[in-house]
């Protein structure tokens, strides 16, 4: 190990077109000791000779070291990451994925000067982006929560982890000594490899740290942005779902009874959501974890009487789809276009309604799409506008012809209902498009 020496590992796979700008990120870093190491897991195409030459071309003096590792066969993310910790030489360690990027040269600056004494895993911010990393969606990591949990004690933080993966791989660096006296991570999983490492080393005593800077650029798209429906997605795909219930089975429901049984409660259901939607994606295996569900609730424990206790306000719970409500609140509350083009609206739609309640609802609505077009163009994204607009054209068409109600109020309530709806039913083609957009640019 070389004192004070940064290690960067970037695990690629089919992103030949993008890792030059992961790659640039890593090489614009102000920090005087860097090593680079790649790793390609069988890639159809991997050019090594032209990433030695981009490297060189654009490499500082504070590079002091950089390797190219290629897998003969495809072995996945966390044998991969595995492979490539047994190369490093920092005392420091970062890995993000290579189609994503670092938000600024003083990344690494900014996780040594956090390394105090007994500090040996620092954790920060990722900027959720869109597919062409120039416009910033949202914050992943909730920061006043993670700052929060820097007070807990690491079993604490256990509970917590254990109901969300809560903070960012991509955005998370080590002291490589951690690996030595814990070891690497679990490859009994082929994807995921944070979230069962954190749980692992939260129930072993090990904390986590926040620290309130951006260190990640990530992109849109990937194995954790699902583009695919249970009956077209790819095995990969299928893996990654495996691997989530695979780690709520071994890591966390193995564990149950070392948490407070309000956290046993969360996390019950939690499985129960997760096995609802994954369960879908990975076929007659879905029925083992299932019965691992069941059996908790049907058995002894504190956990089985409240079970038994409540269950019909438990079925009346597991009526409302969670799955449909956050892609509503990522679309509606999080996705910037539309965000916007709803509350410019509402404040229009009230303002006109105030002023004159003779205008026709009609009229109101075709201020909608005029919104959304001036939106769409100024945050850059064109073939949004081009869905939305479709949306926008079926809305107005239906609600000229209901909303016929003089209260504004029930007015906007019965809009509400129909745009849900509406974008429900269009919703599935266009992440349909989106995927084929991605491909292309993936071929080219």
């Not at 019965?291 to 009487?305: A, R």
């Not at 945050?379 to 926008?392: E, H, P």
């Not at 083609?429 to 491909?439: A, S």
Request: glycine fraction near 2%; include cysteine.
């Amino acid at each position: 190990m070389t004192k004070g020496r940064f290690s960067i590992i970037l695990p690629h796979y089919n992103q030949a077109t993008l890792i030059n700008q992961a790659i640039k990120s890593v090489l614009s870093q102000e920090y005087y000791d860097i090593e680079l190491i790649i790793i390609d897991d069988a890639s159809n195409y991997f050019e090594v000779n032209k990433i030695k030459k981009f490297i060189e071309l654009n490499k500082k003096s504070n590079l002091k070291k950089y390797e190219i590792i290629v897998n003969d066969t495809n072995i996945g993310t966390v044998k991969s990451i595995n492979k490539a910790l047994s190369r490093v030489t920092g005392e420091y360690v970062l890995f993000f994925a290579a189609d994503d990027e670092l938000n600024n040269s003083k990344v690494i600056n900014n996780f040594v000067k956090n390394f105090k004494k007994n500090i040996n895993i620092i954790t920060s911010q990722t900027l959720m982006c869109d597919s062409d990393l120039s416009e910033i969606e949202y914050e992943y990591v909730n920061s006043n929560k993670a700052l929060t949990y820097n007070d807990f004690t690491a079993k604490q933080q256990f509970q917590m982890i254990a109901l969300s993966c809560i903070y960012s791989s991509g955005a998370t660096a080590y002291r490589t000594n951690i690996f030595e006296k814990y070891g690497k991570f679990n490859e009994n999983y082929k994807y995921v490899e944070d979230w069962s490492y954190w749980l692992y080393l939260t129930r072993s005593g090990e904390k986590i740290y926040y620290r309130n800077f951006v260190t990640l650029n990530h992109r849109d798209g990937g194995i954790s942005h699902n583009l695919y429906t249970p009956n077209n997605a790819p095995k990969h795909i299928r893996l990654y779902y495996k691997d989530i219930l695979e780690i709520f089975s071994n890591e966390i429901m193995t564990y149950l009874d070392k948490m407070h049984f309000k956290y046993q409660l969360k996390v019950m259901e939690k499985f129960r959501q997760h096995i609802e939607f994954y369960g879908q994606y990975i076929g007659e295996e879905k029925q083992q974890y299932q019965k691992i569900y069941n059996n908790i609730i049907n058995g002894d424990s504190l956990i089985g009487e409240y079970y038994k206790k409540n269950r019909i306000l438990l079925r009346l719970k597991a009526l409302i789809n969670v799955h449909i409500i956050q892609k509503i609140y990522y679309e509606v509350i999080k996705n910037k276009i539309n965000k916007y083009t709803i509350l410019l609206w509402i404040l229009v739609y009230f303002i006109v309604s105030y002023v004159n309640p003779n205008v026709p609802i009609f009229s109101i609505l075709l201020l909608f799409p005029i919104l959304n077009f001036y939106i769409t163009n100024y945050l850059n994204k064109k073939y949004v506008y081009f869905i939305s607009s479709i949306f926008t054209i079926i809305i107005i068409y239906y609600l000229s012809k209901i909303t016929v109600l003089k209260n504004p109020i029930i007015n906007l309530a019965i809009i509400a209902i129909i745009f849900i709806a509406i974008y429900g039913i269009f919703y599935i083609p266009y992440l349909y498009i989106r995927k084929v957009i991605r491909q292309r640019k993936e071929k080219k």
